[in-house]
């Protein structure tokens, strides 16, 4: 019978894997980031820096555009700043995910932007975006954000290169979040209580809805401001009222009738309805509810305690704290308190009147 062999034991010491980790490693890696040419200059300076993965590489977006982006494709944004006097920088980087970017896109603007970290020394905090979830830090970078459809060709498919071609805008929301989505170019998108522009390239129409908003419409007037910049003027903006414009104008005959499938029925203004709520613990334990819903007057607090403060979607919420459940429970407390202090205080002189006493008893 032929003996038993008994296994090599390898040290995982004695591999690449050792060296995981190590200063070795990582002088390694950001020798290798530092061969990227997109990252030159990336981070020198206060401000933001924004690439477009295609097909596979790290190219440069034009600052004009910085606030515009495509559906399709997938970006690395770093932003450079200085805190308080300090002259030390810092940074936030992220990656921004279109909803129709592939996989390749994606994936490697992940990859990049851990690149662009080590470069930086790890300095950066990063984050990851997507399409209509953006952060409030990400969105403080620009005046406005733009999505459009389309997008860069990728490596994975083969697509034609991006032509011009006319756009439907559609502008929704009020105050600091007005969002800007591109939507079919279809009839029954339009609705009167927003604002749409129509960009037939030399021609623009903003198409002012009868119970859209101030910011909206400020946001629109501007975002055609832009598109007549880039154009180096050889663009003409028209501004519509929806209660002076008819069907048979140039703006309804560049739409058709049929609509698409597409994720509109989401985009909806966000609710800015005040909200009253009542927290309480007059029943023995903390209650959280709602106590009515529009403005609020002073009167209808019972409290001397008020707290507002806002949320994401600018609800502005006031919570009124019960003071007849928070009175008794505090006088309740208190009178314990008092009881324990007095026992305590009896018990110390009795003890001290019992020592003495022996102490009297054993002299004599």
Same mark, same amino acid.
């Given at each position: 019978m032929a003996g038993l062999i008994k296994a090599k034991k390898y040290n995982w010491k004695d591999s690449n894997l050792a060296l995981f980790g190590s200063d070795l490693e990582r002088k390694v890696k950001k020798a290798s980031a530092a061969t990227e040419p997109a990252w030159d200059g990336a981070g020198k300076d206060v401000g933001i820096q924004i690439w477009r993965i295609e097909q596979f590489k790290v190219c440069h977006w034009p600052k004009e555009d910085y606030g515009k982006f495509y559906s399709g494709d997938s970006y690395i944004i770093l932003k450079t700043y200085k805190e308080g006097t300090s002259e030390e920088l810092k940074y936030d980087l992220h990656f921004w995910i279109g909803k129709e970017s592939t996989q390749d896109e994606y994936g490697t603007a992940a990859y990049k932007t851990v690149e662009l970290d080590t470069l930086l020394d790890d300095l950066p905090v990063q984050h990851r975006e997507v399409e209509g979830h953006e952060s409030e830090r990400f969105l403080s970078y620009f005046k406005s954000i733009t999505t459009m459809k389309g997008g860069a060709k990728t490596g994975f498919r083969h697509v034609e290169p991006e032509k011009y071609k006319p756009r439907l805008l559609h502008f929704c929301g009020q105050r600091r979040h007005?969002?800007?989505?591109?939507?079919? !170019?279809?009839?029954? %998108?339009?609705?009167?209580?927003?604002?749409?522009?129509?960009?037939?390239? $030399?021609?623009?129409?903003?198409?002012?809805? #009868?119970?859209? &908003?101030?910011?909206? %419409?400020?946001?629109?007037?501007?975002?055609?401001?832009? *598109?007549?910049?880039? %154009?180096?003027? %050889?663009?003409? @903006?028209?501004? !519509?009222?929806?209660?002076?414009? +008819?069907?048979?104008?140039?703006?309804?005959?560049? *739409?058709?009738?049929?609509?698409?499938?597409?994720?509109? =029925?989401?985009?909806?203004?966000?609710? @800015?309805?005040?909200?009253?709520? $009542?927290? /309480?613990?007059?029943?023995?334990?903390? &209650?959280?509810?709602?106590? #009515?819903?529009?403005?609020?007057?002073? =009167?209808?607090? +019972?409290?001397?305690?008020?707290?507002?403060?806002? *949320?994401?979607? +600018?609800?502005? $919420?006031?919570?009124?704290?019960? #003071?007849?459940?928070?009175?008794?429970?505090? =006088?309740? /407390?208190?009178?314990?308190?008092?009881?324990?202090?007095?026992?305590?205080?009896?018990?110390?002189?009795?003890?001290?009147?019992?020592?003495? !006493?022996?102490?009297?008893?054993?002299?004599?």
């Open positions: 007005v969002d800007v989505k591109e939507v079919p !170019l279809c009839k029954s %998108r339009i609705n009167s209580g927003d604002v749409f522009i129509l960009d037939l390239g $030399r021609k623009i129409y903003q198409w002012n809805g #009868s119970g859209s &908003n101030k910011d909206e %419409r400020f946001k629109a007037a501007g975002y055609c401001q832009e *598109l007549e910049s880039e %154009r180096c003027g %050889r663009a003409e @903006t028209e501004v !519509l009222e929806e209660s002076r414009v +008819d069907q048979q104008h140039a703006f309804f005959k560049a *739409l058709v009738d049929d609509d698409e499938d597409d994720d509109a =029925s989401e985009f909806t203004a966000k609710d @800015t309805t005040t909200e009253t709520y $009542r927290l /309480s613990d007059a029943s023995g334990k903390m &209650n959280f509810k709602l106590e #009515s819903k529009g403005s609020i007057s002073q =009167s209808q607090l +019972d409290s001397k305690l008020k707290i507002d403060f806002s *949320l994401e979607k +600018d609800d502005k $919420r006031t919570v009124s704290s019960s #003071s007849s459940g928070s009175s008794s429970s505090s =006088s309740s /407390s208190s009178i314990i308190v008092v009881v324990v202090v007095v026992v305590v205080v009896v018990v110390i002189v009795v003890v001290v009147i019992v020592v003495v !006493l022996v102490v009297v008893v054993v002299i004599i």
